[in-house]
């Protein structure tokens, strides 16, 4: 596609509840990230993906939070047991090889909102 | 660690007067430096880079950076502004072997006519 593409734009869910991201980022793009939002702050790494492999999940705040890109292409965030906290956008950007010196093509993010 | 201050959550000019957009880093290597900006319910959008080179890089919609290792620092600057430039602006930054490309908290950047 022409960007990178996020769905659902919102979603919210009750405490407690299982939810899933999608990213699909830009064609050809072997890097992909996903990075959190929260109200009045900059982006927050989360995961970052080189083709089908997590090359670096140190930024997942603990075990309730899941990600896989099964095929090098779409992107999908799991969050388990859903919390208040969690509330916030969850962004997802690529680049085309994933070296330091590139910029990442960002999406337009989904708001969670965990009641 | 890596890390990225931008000292002022919001700045204010009128139209037509030049704008800067203050950022610090902190890095133990050589830094690779963006600024990227933010407008309502859209994503990331990329201003421009530096990695190597000319302290002074030019990028989109004609804002400029310089960086300044011995001040570590990287402000954005332009020298007229528009009301369309208000947004929220980011900089960020990024070593050559990490892979976490860690973001200031933001500037909320406003243009009044």
């Known amino acids: 596609g022409a960007g990178v593409s996020q769905t659902p734009s919102n979603k919210v869910t009750e405490k407690g509840k299982y939810v899933e991201l999608r990213c699909d980022p830009i064609?050809?793009?072997?890097?992909l990230y996903w990075y959190r939002q929260s109200l009045g702050q900059g982006p927050e790494f989360l995961i970052y993906f080189q083709g089908t492999g997590a090359a670096d999940d140190s930024g997942l705040p603990n075990d309730r939070f899941f990600a896989v890109r099964p095929e090098g292409s779409v992107s999908t965030l799991k969050i388990q047991r859903t919390e208040r906290g969690d509330s916030a956008v969850y962004l997802c950007?690529?680049?085309?090889?994933?070296?330091?010196?590139?910029?990442?093509?960002f999406g337009s993010g989904t708001q969670l909102s965990v009641l | 660690a890596q890390s990225v201050a931008q000292p002022e959550d919001q700045v204010n000019v009128a139209e037509g007067n030049p704008l800067t957009v203050k950022c610090t880093y902190s890095v133990s290597g050589n830094p690779y430096l963006f600024w990227y900006v933010q407008y309502p319910n859209r994503g990331l959008q990329f201003l421009l880079k530096?990695?190597?080179?000319?302290?002074l890089v030019k990028g989109s919609y004609g804002f400029e950076a310089e960086f300044n290792k011995s001040q570590t620092s990287f402000h954005l600057k332009k020298p007229s502004a528009l009301v369309s430039d208000s947004a929220l602006y980011f900089c960020?930054?990024?070593?050559?072997?990490?892979?976490?490309?860690?973001f200031g908290a933001g500037t909320r950047l406003t243009v009044k006519p």
């Open positions: 960020a930054v990024r070593e050559y072997n990490n892979n976490d490309m860690r």
């Open positions: 064609s050809g793009h072997t890097a």
């Open positions: 530096y990695i190597t080179g000319d302290n």
């Open positions: 950007a690529s680049s085309f090889t994933g070296g330091a010196r590139e910029k990442l093509f």
